[in-house]
Every structure is written in structure tokens, then in C-alpha cells.
């Protein structure tokens, strides 16, 4: 009779062992699959993209933002400074290439005009003078160096009126193609430092990449900032997804696009989901996930994405994820 109820006892034992390994496994009895996993909400860090003095802070921890708000600023007299230095650059640069594409005024071309005639009446006057001279060194009446003297002055008349006219040909051609070329590289150049100027300007705004919440605060107006430093750590709340696992041999009911239920055990509140992506690596349970027992599985990653989250679904929280068997 002993053995008898000993072995009813043991036989209780194994079906109620079952009744809690069979959930742990993935069954809940009516062929559903249930894989158990954690909240996943993304967060990035906000900081600004140039250095400098920390004017505002907008927002407190726990705040929520829509994408585009404006969050922080920094003083931006220096920026202000170098944009107006950099658009003065761009106004000389303009001027530079304006003159080399205009060419010489008409004042200009006038003014190299008269120095070839004066340069022309100069050389016709050297030449009358070379000659008288070379006719009184002939009769003997002159002596070689005033003969050498009126050469020399014929000479310089001459090149004289050589300048002159190379000058007004410049005049009247105005710059090379070189010379215009340099000047609208000059340009581009001053208007790229000038839209550096304006980004480097815009940069001292900060505004909310995505919707969210503030977690962290972690600048107070007036500290002085490095390029990237962090000023709010932002959880992000356009997108909620829950990370789970599964073994093997029920990868066929996890294929993504799969509709699931994700629930959790602080509210009554069932949220609709996808399943997104599955690893295509194996790799041991995680420890956070699963009992002792089976840390030793092999299974897949899941990545779910929740349809319709809210606050109910916070960082890190474990919730529970249902997939129907008529969709397997």
C-alpha cells in the first residue's frame, strides 16, 4: 500500500514539474507559442556639433520632446563674428572677379592711349635728334660721346613706346582666362568658408532628433562645452521593441512579420507587435532571460517591434510574447 502511494506521489510530482517546465519552453497548452524577453527602447546623447559657453536648457529629466524642439543653445556671438568676417570675404572676392570679367574701364584704356602717343612723339623727337648728330659727327663738328648720348635717349624713346602699347593692348584685352579663373576659384573659396560659417552658426542650436523622454540633464547653463560633449540623454519613444529568444526547433513560428501579443505583469494591458528580424547566429540563453536551467541552450535572437506602445512599457522591463498557432 506504501508503494502504491508512494508512487501516486511521484507521479503528482512529474506532472506538476511539467506543468512548469512545458511555459518555460515555449507551450502554454493550446499549441500558442510564448517566449518571454525584455523591452528594448533605444537612447542616444545629445550634444552639439562646436564647442562653446552653455546658454539655455529647455528641459528637466522626465520631460517629453517632439522631434524639432528646441532643447539647448550656445552663445553664439563668436559664430555671429566669424560669419560676418567670412561674408565680407565673399563681398572682395565678388569685387575681384567683377573686375577681372569687366575688364579695364573706358577711362583706362583712354589714359593708355595718350601715354603711346607721348611715348610715339617722344621716339619721333629722339630720332630727329640721333640724326642731326650723326650729321655733325660726319663734318667732325660734334664729338663721339654726344653721338652716343643722342643713341642711347633714341634707344630708351623706343622702349618707351614698346610699354606703352603693350600696356594698352592689356587695356583693351583685360585679364587672361587665367586671371578670370583664379578669381572665381577666389570666390567658391570665400563662399564655402561663408556656409562654414552659417552650419558652424546653426550648430549652436540643439533640437530633439525624435520624440521622447529626458532621462538625463547633464548640463547647467554657463559650463563651458567641448565639441560632442553631452548635454541630455534622450530615450526614445518612436520606437519600442522587445527582445526575445527562441530555440530551434520553433524558429518556423517566429518568421518576421509574424503578428504577436506582448504583454507584461504590471498592467492588463496587451499591446499589438511584428516580429522584425531574427539572428541568424545561434548563441547561449542570456543569463538575464532564462532559468539556470536552461542557460545552456542554444537559441535565436528575436527582435519584436511593438505597434502600439505607451508608457507602459518601460526600459529593460520583461514582458511576455504570445504568437497565435494559426499562424504557424
Known sequence: ?????????????????????????????????????NVDIREVQLGFRVGGRLETMLF???????????????????MQEALALASAGVMEAQANLDRATTGS?????????????????????????????QDLFKDGLNSRSALDDSV?????????LRASREALKLAVEGFRS?????????????????????TQLDDTKLAAPSSG?????????GAMLAIGAPVYTLSLSDKVYVRAYVDESRLGQVVPGT????????????????????????????????????????????????????????QGMPVTVEISSSQG
Not at 523622454?213 to 547653463?221: F, H, S
Open 152 to 160: 642711347a635717349q633714341q634707344e630708351q624713346a623706343a622702349a618707351r
Open 259 to 314: 503578428q504577436v501579443q506582448v504583454w507584461s505583469d504590471s498592467s492588463a494591458q496587451r499591446y499589438q507587435g511584428q516580429i522584425g528580424f531574427v539572428s541568424p547566429r545561434a548563441e547561449f540563453t542570456p543569463k538575464t532571460v532564462e532559468t539556470p536551467e536552461l542557460r545552456t541552450d542554444l537559441v535565436y535572437r528575436l527582435r519584436i517591434i511593438v505597434s502600439n506602445p505607451d508608457d507602459g512599457l518601460r
Open 60 to 78: 528637466e529629466e522626465g520631460d517629453t520632446v517632439a522631434a524639432g524642439d528646441p532643447m539647448a543653445s550656445l552663445d553664439d556671438q563668436p
Open 105 to 133: 574701364r573706358p577711362q583706362e584704356i583712354q589714359q593708355a592711349e595718350a601715354m603711346v602717343a607721348e611715348a610715339e612723339a617722344a621716339l619721333d623727337n629722339a630720332d630727329k635728334r640721333l640724326k642731326r648728330q
Open 213 to 221: 523622454v529626458i532621462l538625463t540633464r547633464a548640463r547647467e547653463p
Open 1 to 37: 500500500m506504501k508503494k502504491v502511494a508512494l508512487l501516486i506521489v511521484v507521479l503528482v510530482a512529474i506532472a506538476v514539474g511539467a506543468t512548469w517546465i512545458y511555459p518555460l519552453k515555449g507551450g502554454n497548452g493550446n499549441g500558442d507559442l510564448t517566449l518571454y524577453g
Open 178 to 198: 587665367e586671371d578670370i579663373a583664379a578669381a572665381q576659384a577666389g570666390l567658391a573659396a570665400a563662399q564655402a568658408r561663408q556656409d562654414q560659417a552659417q
